[in-house]
DNA sequence: GAGTATACTGTACAGATGTTCAGCTGTCAA
DNA sequence: TTGACAGCTGAACATCTGTACAGTATACTC
């Protein structure tokens, strides 16, 4: 069996997910069945049964709309890989400090988050105590909001990816700060910002 | 009529908030007199039918486990209303303009998020589009970001709460402005800040 | 061509479910 | 005592709902 939805099952997945959480209650297998054009109750039932199995939907048997979303469905649920130096700080060694959760439409598989250390971003409103959602990436453009790494001691910073001339560097959004020249590697993109005010 | 819940009608809402949270399906008007002790399926109707009155349930008419909690009981899917205006814009009109799911954590029932329009608190790292977390209060201390309502016009900004001398008025983190001293109302706190790059 | 798997359809049915209705019980104020 | 009201009961009912079962159609493999 393929771990992929058919876009039957998906239609069907999309729908139940819509009522779920639009109207808050789950729906039969015959309102499925009117939306999504399955004549048959026992062709959803079918299809729901598929798509359980293949994890994407949790289902009480011989319960009316037992249908729903399974664990994960929610808000992404992001790792706090450590601080980041904004300054000249460092991206902590990878132990999870604990999770922060995000909207699922702003985050992909694989995203983390880093906590700020510093002031060197605050001309972008990147203030020290924030946490940066970040997403893997090995290149970015021009002018983008990176997380930089140089090769000698593995510091990772919050820099903006800048090409100055023939050469990149990265930059800071603070004046005090002197842009970072020798050599460095792009781990991520900043892709989201979240700060709590306590 | 009162706006409290009775003993017996918390008892069943905190039921049925079970069954949604944990199970993912709301229960039954039986289930829920198994489980609070009500003989009768039409007792059962009769006290949500309180519940929904006084606000706290939502109920759809002749459908089947149509009970769910009514918007902001789940913390973490927070209202977007509108636009703030941080230089000297509106809370718009309080249509929910979409949802943001934030860490439940950090959510409280009753927040809801604004959009920043406007430069006036880049100061602060407060930057236009920004979305802030929002919790409802009336009074604040001085210092505090505060979203403020002035009474004439009923405008809505971000800005800091800030006594000066006697009396109180709010103030940018931008020199561009000058703060607002004419008479205002404070709506909420700003508790949070989620950002997203594009 | 035979066999098999997938994706359905149509029907039937037992049980679940929301609702209605008539009436009961206790409390509290007039 | 009376009346009003909230809370509850029990029975009945129409409908909803998940499931089972017996098929059909198509595509693919052997």
New interface residues.
């Given amino acids: 069996m393929s771990t992929e939805l058919t876009p039957l099952q998906q239609r069907v997945l999309d729908f139940i997910t819509e009522c ?1 959480q639009d ?4 729906p ?1 297998v015959r309102e499925i069945g009117k939306r999504c054009k399955i004549n048959a109750p026992s062709s959803v039932a079918y299809h729901i049964k598929q798509i359980e199995a293949k994890g994407f939907l ?1 289902h ?1 048997d011989a ?7 399974p664990e994960g469905s ?2 992404a649920r992001l790792p706090i890989l450590g601080r980041v130096g904004a300054g000249n700080g460092i991206i902590a060694q990878e132990d999870i400090e604990g999770h ?5 439409e ?1 985050a992909k598989r694989g995203d983390f988050v880093l906590r700020v250390r510093g002031d060197s971003m ?1 001309g ?4 020290e105590g ?1 946490f940066i959602q970040v997403r893997p990436a090995e290149t970015a453009r021009d002018g983008q ?1 990176v997380i930089g790494v140089t090769e000698e001691d593995a510091e990772g910073v919050v820099k903006r990816l800048k090409k100055r001339g023939s050469s990149w560097q990265l930059e800071s959004e603070n004046p005090n700060y002197s842009p970072i020249t020798k050599e460095f590697r792009v781990v991520g ?9 306590s």
């Fill in positions: 779920i109207r808050g209650v789950p039969t949790k009480e319960i009316s709309r037992g249908l729903s979303l929610d808000p922060l959760r995000v909207d699922p702003s605050t972008v409103g990147i203030l924030d909001l993109l900043v892709i989201g910002l979240i700060r709590n005010y």
